[in-house]
């Protein structure tokens, strides 16, 4: 896969527009700063009872072949995520009123846990 997937939950009201603001800033970072041809895509997902977010970013910097790029993306997204709401959601709207701002939507998916898939099944 040439992508880095990071997966993770969020505990208050407001988790959606940090969630927009975390995957959209990033994304928009690495396609406008960096100059990487990258997209993105962001799910909600629900797995039985659990539910989290999942933010794909794909390109072909972000192969195998680069494995420094994909470090740059998750640190970037990690110093992302430790900004305070109020400093996160103001760079948001700053920056999400440039022309060449992309914003990407939260789309909802379902996941069957798959005990076939189970790492325990390797073992039996």
């Not at 993770?8 to 700063?33: I, S």
């Not at 995520?81 to 109020?86: A, R, S």
């Not at 996160?88 to 009123?97: D, G, P, V």
Request: aromatic letters at 14%.
């Amino acid at each position: 896969m040439n992508g880095v997937e990071i997966a993770f939950q969020l505990n208050n009201d407001k988790e959606e527009n940090v969630v927009l603001a975390l995957a959209n800033l990033t994304g928009n970072y690495f396609r406008q700063e960096e100059s990487m041809d990258i997209t993105w895509r962001i799910f909600h997902v629900t797995l039985d009872k659990e539910k989290y977010y999942r933010v794909l970013y794909r390109g072909e910097k972000l192969s195998d072949f680069h494995p420094e790029n994909k470090k740059k993306v998750k640190k970037k997204f990690d110093e992302l995520g430790k900004t305070d709401y109020e400093t996160l959601m103001a760079k948001y709207e700053s920056e999400s009123r440039n022309e060449n701002f992309q914003k990407v939507g939260i789309k909802e998916l379902t996941e069957e846990y798959d005990l076939w898939q189970d790492k325990l099944w390797n073992y039996i």
